[in-house]
Nanobody
Framework: VQLQASGGGLVQAGGSLRLSCAAS????????VAWLRQAPGKEREFVAA???????YYADSVKGRFTISRDNAKNTVLLQMNSLKLEDTAVYYC???????????????WGQGTQVTVSS
């Protein structure tokens, strides 16, 4: 199983990025999927999740700015990030798991991470 995250980069505050996570070895439509992030010196934290049943969950810090979605035909999970802030700077990880949810323990498979840097 391999999850490949991409789409990170350097963006000015207020800008947008779209992260993508492609899977091989599993089909995302059988799993809960999520994005988490880890800033330097901080714990990995939940960002957004999409359950197996289609419900979405967001961290309060990104609610209204980020949108998680699936493209089952491409076996891909997306994270659209708008109105980016300096504090969104982190390595972003995609994950998939049978349990899913807002805790990292609910995820069994992880991507390698993609760096998002927001500048002033």
């Amino acid at each position: 199983v391999q999850l490949q995250a991409s789409g990170g980069g350097l963006v000015q505050a207020g800008g947008s990025l779209r992260l993508s996570c492609a899977a091989s070895g599993i089909f995302f439509n059988n799993y809960g999927v999520a994005w988490l992030r880890q800033a330097p010196g901080k714990e990995r934290e939940f960002v957004a999740a999409n359950s197996w049943g289609g419900r979405t969950y967001y961290a309060d810090s990104v609610k209204g700015r980020f949108t998680i979605s699936r493209d089952n035909a491409k076996n891909t999970v997306l994270l659209q990030m708008n109105s980016l802030k300096l504090e969104d700077t982190a390595v972003y990880y995609c994950a998939a798991g049978f349990q899913g949810g807002v805790n990292r323990e609910g995820y069994d498979y992880w991507g390698q991470g993609t760096q998002v840097t927001v500048s002033s």
